[in-house]
């Protein structure tokens, strides 16, 4: 905890120093203001493996990718189309006119017709375009052999490219289906040996010999492995060795004139429905640069395979957790974005695995959710739908990447939680995102460096309060922010201020305090408060801050009705945390009128905690009273209640937090004269002297504590007698062997030997010399 002024002590003053010493530091973590704690926020893991979760506001749209679907070989190779060129012609400047008719000519006849042909020859030439098209037939289809060379027709047109089909020497004019044209943006990946193709460079000799003599064969092997159905371990290892071939060759990629027959081959294995062999067939269809239609289905296949968490051992075992990375590098979103979707999604359900999470962290996996976090906050607006789909996939593998110790420095060396906040601001309307987001966040936030980082980021505490204002009704998502902001002022002085100097901050805040507190049987709404109190509580710790939030009457009045409205026994950590809040407002009492008009009020609602039966309520309770009992009223209060009676007791504990706490209590009502009188009666010099006994050589700061206490009880050297003999016997002996430096253990800590000269050492001379003038 940062510096923070001391109230005025009734016995000594505290020596100060420019730079603090180890004692003075671990005394400050016993003061009164405290840091509450609180649990991190729940999240279930995904067992089902969904695209979306079943708690997806997409669960139920309609043009969203759908996680469920069936694929087969005919869905990757169409015998009727060809890779795109990528060329889009020029529209038509005029439109295109009728020839002038000359006078008198019949205006149906000088239009051009199509030569006639005869039924029984169209009859035939469907029935082969039939045979060629029907379904099943996909893994027994040769390969389509082309006539490039130009043709003059009839009428004296030069054609390009036809097909002569059952020897027909001029045949009907095909179709565009027919001639294997795509639809414009459509790339199927595979298409004819020969003819104009997109990436397919012209064979060379070299080519066709390394292309017979080392490819070729393991074709075979391939062809004759799905005929005999051989196994699959055969069939996988040749497919690893038709890649090794290809990648020694320098065919991998769109080089390879012969690769759509290849592809042909390696698209029928599909078929066999076998999850290790269909990821042998993506990894060696993704090094051949499949693109369009073909690469979506390969995406969806890998996705497919990896929502069975049997098959987690097949990724593991296998390059293509590589293959999936690099088209994460190389894929544009705007065009390929759904085949990114099922990447994602893959990696996503596989990073569930830990011993394929660490296999990503040695794969660079951080390296790749940069550079696609970058590109994704790079697209147009027309794009953000396919970027928001991408990133709940991302999101939620970052999410299991922030499990491992090993990879958080990785977030900050990388500035993901930086590109996390770009993300936030630019799909804030986006509920899942905004969630996924803030689950890494309350993950990290407990971790020193990566808290660092975040508060590091510009404008983050703005951004956050945004989020709350904007997802008020979003329980998970709001408890994980509140969570995140909590962390972040639980150790900075900064941050504290800089939050509340947010535009909006304490409003926002106390409306969503309010929302929840009037509906508390709300599902998660318990939890809401519980992050939101804790956070004022850090936030009151600044004392630019505690005595603003302090003199706010709704902030004082909310936590007031929590206190009257719940009970300790339901509502534990949400009363504590209150407690704390109190505690730290009263720190600044003197400055905070609106506590010091409710203090009677407040001193009614510690009672109750004290006299529950939960030890963390009471200690809380009782160091609040050790900043009100500062005031005459609400020392009168205590003694009044007999509430002192119960402090006495305290000192009976094992606890020495719960000493510690009681004793301050004790040092303020023994300031009166009146009240000294009714804790001698209570046996409260004797519990001193015993908890000196119990925890002096231990615990010095307590011991200085008891020590004032005891001070403070006899009037300040003036009423002695108010002890026993044998209390003043016990108390002269245990001064005398505490204040002898060479009964020090040698091995003590220096921090801890600072502690014994700066907090008890002063207090128990003045004690001793009261106790026993001729000492």
């Known amino acids: 905890m940062e510096h923070q ?26 003061r009164s203001l405290r840091v509450p704690h609180t649990q991190r926020p729940f999240t279930p893991g995904d067992g089902q493996r969904q695209l979306f979760g079943g708690t997806s506001i997409r669960a139920c749209h309609e043009n ?59 009859k035939g030439l469907m029935g082969a375009r039939g045979r060629l098209l029907r379904a099943g037939s996909l893994t027994l289809l040769p390969p389509v052999e082309r006539n490039t060379h130009e043709k003059k027709s009839p009428r004296g047109h030069i054609c390009e490219g036809h097909t002569e089909v059952c020897g027909s020497k001029q045949g009907p004019r095909r179709t565009a289906s027919e001639s294997h044209i795509d639809p414009p943006g459509v790339d199927s990946g595979v298409g004819p ?53 290809l990648a020694k060759a320098n065919l991998l990629g769109r080089k390879c004139k012969r690769r759509s027959s290849l592809l042909r081959t390696l698209f029928r294995f599909i078929d066999l429905d076998s999850a290790k062999l269909n990821l042998h067939v993506a990894k060696l269809c993704l090094a051949l640069s499949v693109s369009g239609n073909n690469l979506l289905n390969i995406c969806k296949l890998v996705f497919k395979i990896s929502r069975s968490e049997s098959n987690d051992r097949f990724f593991q075992d296998s390059s293509i957790i590589d293959s999936l990375l690099a088209v994460l590098l190389s894929e544009d979103a705007s065009t390929s974005g ?9 990696l996503k359900f596989i990073s569930g695995n830990k011993a394929i999470l660490r296999l990503l962290l040695d794969k660079k996996i951080f390296s790749v959710a940069q550079k696609l976090l970058r590109s994704l906050s790079q697209l147009q607006e027309e794009h953000l739908t396919i970027a928001g789909h991408i ?9 299991n990447l922030a499990d491992q110790p090993e990879s958080r420095p990785l977030f900050v060396s990388h500035t993901i939680l930086p590109e996390l906040c770009q993300v936030l601001r630019r799909h804030r309307q986006d509920q899942d995102v ?73 409003d926002t805040l106390l409306r969503l305090y309010d929302s929840n507190q009037r509906r508390p049987t709300v599902q998660g709404g318990e939890d809401v408060l519980v992050k939101l109190v804790c956070l004022l509580a850090n936030m009151c710790i600044h004392p630019d801050v505690g005595p603003e939030l302090g003199s706010n009457v709704t902030c004082v009045q909310l936590l007031i009705e929590t206190l009257e409205l719940l009970s300790v026994q339901e509502n534990k950590e949400l009363l504590v945390n209150v407690a704390v809040t109190i505690n730290n407002l009263s720190f600044y009492l003197d400055k905070s009128a609106v506590l010091q008009q409710r203090l009677l009020t407040v001193c009614r609602l510690m009672l109750k905690l004290m006299l529950s039966s939960d030890m963390d309520a009471v200690l809380e309770a009782t160091r609040v009273f050790g900043n009100l009992t500062n005031e005459k009223a609400a020392r009168d209060f205590i003694m009044q209640n007999k509430v002192h009676r119960f402090l006495v007791t305290l000192l009976d504990s ?17 300031l009166d004269p009146p009240s000294r009188v009714g804790l001698a009666q209570e046996g409260a010099a004797s519990k001193l002297v015993d908890c000196l006994k119990d925890f002096g050589a231990g615990d010095w700061q307590l011991s200085g504590r008891v020590c004032q206490a005891l001070w403070n009880l006899i009037g300040c050297g003036c009423s002695v007698m108010l002890l026993q003999r044998e209390e003043k016997e016990s108390l002269l002996d245990i001064l005398s062997f505490y204040c002898d430096k060479q009964n020090m253990a040698g091995d003590e800590a220096d921090w801890h030997l600072a502690c014994w000269e700066l907090d008890f050492l002063p207090v128990a001379h003045k004690l001793l010399q009261t106790l026993q003038p001729e000492h």
């Not at 002024?5 to 016993?30: D, G, Q």
């Open 654 to 670: 094992k606890s020495p937090e719960v000493c510690y706490s009681a004793s301050g209590v004790l040092i303020n009502l023994a």
């Open 64 to 122: 969203r990718p759908p996680s469920t679907f069936s694929l087969s070989s005919q869905n990757f190779y169409a015998p009727d189309s060809r890779p795109g060129s990528g060329t889009r012609l020029s529209p038509l400047d005029h439109k295109p006119k009728l020839p002038n008719l000359c006078s008198g000519e019949d205006p149906i006849k000088a239009i051009p017709r199509p030569p006639t042909v005869p039924m029984a020859e169209k």
């Open 193 to 245: 040996t020969t003819g104009r193709r997109t990436g397919d460079n012209t064979s060379t000799d070299e080519e066709e010999a390394i292309w017979n003599s080392a490819v070729a064969p393991l074709l075979l092997q391939l062809e004759a492995a799905g005929a005999a159905e051989q196994s699959v371990e055969v069939t996988c290892g040749v497919c690893d060795n038709v890649l090794d071939s």
């Open 434 to 506: 905004c969630t996924n987001v803030s689950r890494i966040f309350s993950k990290l936030s407990s971790y020193t460096e990566c808290r660092l980082s975040l508060a590091q980021t510009p404008g983050c505490y703005q951004l956050f309060l945004e989020l709350l204002s904007k997802h008020l009704q979003k329980k998970d998502l709001v408890v994980r922010i509140l969570f995140t902001l909590g962390n972040l002022a639980s150790k900075s002085h900064e941050a504290r201020l800089q939050m509340f100097q947010c535009e909006g901050c304490v």
């Open 5 to 30: 002024p001391k109230p005025p002590s009734p016995f000594i003053s505290r020596r100060r120093s420019l730079i603090k010493t180890s004692a003075e530091i671990v005394s400050e973590a016993r």
């Open 391 to 399: 990133l709940v996939q991302l999101t939620v593998l970052l999410r």
């Open 338 to 346: 759904e085949a990114l979707v099922y990447v994602v999604g893959a």
